[in-house]
């Protein structure tokens, strides 16, 4: 299995990493670049500094106990989500509708590939 975020549209709500069995995801900070885009994710979902402006239009303000977009985790939230460990994924789908960003891309084993979408 393959796992990785499309990092601009990562808010760093940290949900991936708290919903996941077993441990596929760990938040970096965003000024981090080399440890952020340790993930497959492609060129264009690479982390370079910017953020989608449409998935911050719709989190920045919204109040939910988590820090959107900010630059550093504090154990509960911030940073950046990095798909480290995607060969541990059992494909339980738990982060795929906790995700606020709609970020998350798994590619199985068979080339089937799943996107999560917010619930
Ligand atoms: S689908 Fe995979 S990466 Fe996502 S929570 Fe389940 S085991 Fe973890
Ligand atoms: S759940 Fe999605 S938006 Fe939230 S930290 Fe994980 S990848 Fe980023």
């Known amino acids: ?3 990785y975020v499309d990092k601009p ?5 940290q949900h991936c990493k708290d919903v996941c069995p077993v441990a596929v995801f760990e938040m970096h900070s965003r000024a981090d ?3 952020a885009n ?3 994710a492609p060129e ?11 998935v911050e239009a719709k989190w920045k303000d919204v109040q939910d106990g988590h820090k ?19 060969s541990a994924c059992i494909l339980c789908q738990a982060c795929l509708i906790e995700c606020e960003g709609e970020c998350i891309h ?7 590939k799943y996107q999560s979408i917010y619930k």
Request: aromatic share 4%; charged share 20%.
């Open 33 to 35: 670049a080399a440890k």
């Open 68 to 86: 959107h977009f900010a630059p550093e985790n504090d154990g509960q939230s911030g940073g950046i989500s990095v798909g480290i460990n995607g």
């Open 38 to 40: 340790a993930d497959n």
């Open 44 to 54: 264009e979902m690479k982390w370079a500094g910017v953020h989608d402006p449409a």
């Open 1 to 3: 299995m393959d796992v």
């Open 106 to 112: 798994i590619i199985d084993d068979s080339g089937n």
């Open 9 to 13: 549209k990562c808010t760093g709500c």
